[in-house]
């Protein structure tokens, strides 16, 4: 039979289905979904802990697993979101959740893969500090890495904290002259002896706050995170002694809370070897250092704040910095820098 015999009655016609329920593009509220905080997150399950009393007066605190359900999307969810969960809130091994909802972000650190990569890549949220640890040798620091976590911990409104380790090795004095005009709190950990001295100090700097820690491959960090959070059991490596780099020992963010009655959480995140910052705005590191901001008033439109109209050489001569005025015009400048480096050791 061809096309051409067909008629009318060999149409198929789909059968009527009144009565069934229409289809509509809004999304179900979730109202009664518990807000809880993802602690971890391991090839698209999310262990997150929901809070004392969010499933009743007498309910303790319950860890449980999760998934991103259908109306969330492509939206990347990270360690320290906190997310609105249905479903299964037993908690037990089979158990699984389901995230409806992102809550809003207090804060979102951020960082591309280069810096000619437009793509943002989120690292943790909702933050307080950025801890930014570096080894004074074995592996040497390196100060682009430093500068460019620095620019990153501005850009996301985080506190910084310098934590320089072995510093049994070398004197930390002059790495730190050149953060000296930047004002960045810092802490020193040596080990002697077996034992790691600084951790005390560090802990009282993390207490009340929800801090990150960054840092490039060998320098110590998750050697910290086991002092800090004693059963942590966070992976720890050692340095080539040809390439003078470590190995990548954690290989996924996780949120740990500090022991004893000391409230606060620390994240440790996977060893870095790049840190671009496509994404960020001049203006907005500018505006950190509000003894020079003022400057910038007089500057071109466009002005990089590194060429021979920039107002600020000017603002600094007239005292409006202060007695520090040129070294923080120095350190602003140096950190500018650091987004376009181009340098491999950064």
Not at 176 to 188: G, I, K, R
Not at 256 to 269: A, M, N, Y
Request: proline share 6%; glycine share 8%.
């Amino acid at each position: 039979m061809s096309w051409r015999d067909l008629d009318e009655g060999d149409i198929r016609v789909r059968p009527s289905r009144k009565g069934s329920r229409p289809r509509t593009k809004e999304r179900p509220a979730h109202a009664d979904a518990v807000v809880a905080m993802v602690i971890g997150v391991d090839r698209g399950r999310y262990t997150c802990l929901i809070p004392k009393g969010a499933l009743g007066k007498k309910e303790p605190e319950r860890v449980v697993t999760a998934m991103k359900a259908r109306e969330i999307g492509r939206t990347r969810v990270v360690v320290g979101d906190d997310v609105a969960l249905v479903g299964d809130l037993a908690g037990g091994p089979d158990a699984l959740a389901r995230i409806v909802r992102i809550e809003e972000r207090r804060s979102v650190l951020r960082r591309t893969a280069d810096d000619t990569d437009p793509f943002e890549r989120i690292i943790v949220a909702n933050a307080d500090q950025l801890v930014i640890v570096t080894a004074l040798a074995d592996p040497e620091p390196r100060p682009r890495m430093v500068d460019r976590c620095l620019v990153a911990a501005y850009d996301a409104d985080l506190v910084p904290l310098l934590a320089l380790t072995k510093a049994d090795l070398v004197d930390p004095a002059p790495f730190l002259s050149s953060y000296t005009p930047l004002e960045v709190e810092h802490v020193v950990t040596s080990r002697r002896d077996g034992e790691i001295s600084g951790v005390e100090e560090l802990r009282e700097r993390l207490a009340g706050r929800v801090s990150v820690l960054v840092g490039h491959s060998g320098v110590g960090k998750s050697t910290l995170v086991n002092a800090l959070v004693p059963g942590a059991a966070r992976a720890t490596g050692v340095v080539n002694d040809t390439t003078g780099r470590g190995r990548h020992t954690s290989t996924n963010a996780v949120a740990l809370r500090l022991p004893g009655d000391v409230d606060g959480w620390v994240i440790d995140t996977p060893g870095i070897r790049s840190f671009g910052l496509a994404h960020i705005d001049v203006d907005h590191i500018i505006d950190h250092f509000p003894d020079l901001a003022a400057g910038t008033d007089n500057c071109p439109r466009g002005c990089t704040h590194d060429e021979e109209e920039c107002a600020l050489d000017a603002w600094v001569e007239e005292g409006h910095a202060g007695p520090s005025g040129k070294s923080r015009l120095e350190s602003l400048r140096r950190l500018l820098s650091s987004r376009s480096s181009t340098d491999d050791h950064y």
